[in-house]
């Protein structure tokens, strides 16, 4: 049973750093084609992926964000972790990890996690 | 970038039939996926590369595409189908692409 949990701060300060973290089972991302992705929902705005990790370490971020988003893995404590620099009002919203399958689609979501972005 | 354009809401009578647009440009080339999201709840995906149905998927969900529209299409809809829908794509300039998301209301 592939399950994935998200976690983080629910509040954080305008400027500062968010770290989330991906805690998952029922898989490994030391296995060959295993990818791991975080996408968010902001008010207003339709579902955007982030970025992605695979299970050979290469990375891909969303373009818009590049510049601010890091995302690693530990497989052996089976997380993804994601940060996003300078934070911002606009970033106020629920984040999600999921598993990503190599046809191009998610398979499995996390519940995701509420990020409030204040002053 | 590529956009994926989905009615706000659509409604429809328990045991009618519910189809979800999700126009793109010549979106039939590319593979369209479809997650179900409630409220509180992980997003599941309901339809993959157009019209497969991933295992435990009830066989009302189905999907098409062509020209410039996908179409998830929900038969027999019963009052748990009342959730959020949003189509996927992966887009050629290395981004993957959501749909702006449809809200189905079970009248």
């Known amino acids: 049973q592939v399950t994935l949990k998200e976690s983080g701060p629910a509040l954080v300060r305008l400027t500062e750093t968010l770290t989330l973290t991906c805690t998952f089972s029922?898989?490994?991302?030391?296995?060959?084609?295993?990818?791991v992705s975080w996408i968010r929902q902001t008010p207003g705005e339709a579902l955007q992926w982030l970025a992605r990790?695979?299970?050979?370490?290469?990375?891909l971020y969303s373009t818009p964000l590049q510049t601010r988003l890091t995302i690693s893995k530990d497989a052996s404590r089976n997380q993804v972790v994601l940060t996003m620099t300078n934070m911002d009002a606009v970033d106020t919203g629920t984040y999600y990890c999921?598993?990503?399958?190599?046809?191009?689609?998610?398979?499995?979501w996390g519940q995701g996690t509420h990020v409030t972005v204040a002053s | 970038s590529y956009v994926l354009t989905q009615p706000p809401s659509v409604s429809v009578a328990p045991g009618q039939t519910a189809m979800i647009p999700c126009g793109g440009d010549?979106?039939?080339?590319?593979?369209v996926h479809w997650y179900q999201r409630k409220p509180g709840q992980a997003p599941v995906l309901v339809v993959y590369?157009?019209?497969g149905r991933p295992s435990g998927i009830p066989e009302r969900f189905s999907g098409s595409n062509s020209g410039n529209t996908a179409t998830l299409t929900i038969s027999r809809v019963e009052t748990g189908d009342e959730a959020d829908y949003y189509c996927?794509?992966?887009?050629?300039?290395?981004?993957?692409?959501f749909g702006t998301g449809t809200k189905v209301t079970v009248l």
């Open positions: 996927q794509v992966w887009e050629s300039s290395r981004d993957y692409v």
């Open positions: 990790i695979d299970w050979d370490g290469q990375q």
């Open positions: 590369d157009d019209s």
């Open positions: 029922g898989f490994s991302l030391n296995t060959p084609a295993m990818r």
């Open positions: 010549n979106i039939v080339s590319k593979s």
């Open positions: 999921a598993r990503f399958d190599s046809s191009g689609y998610f398979d499995f």
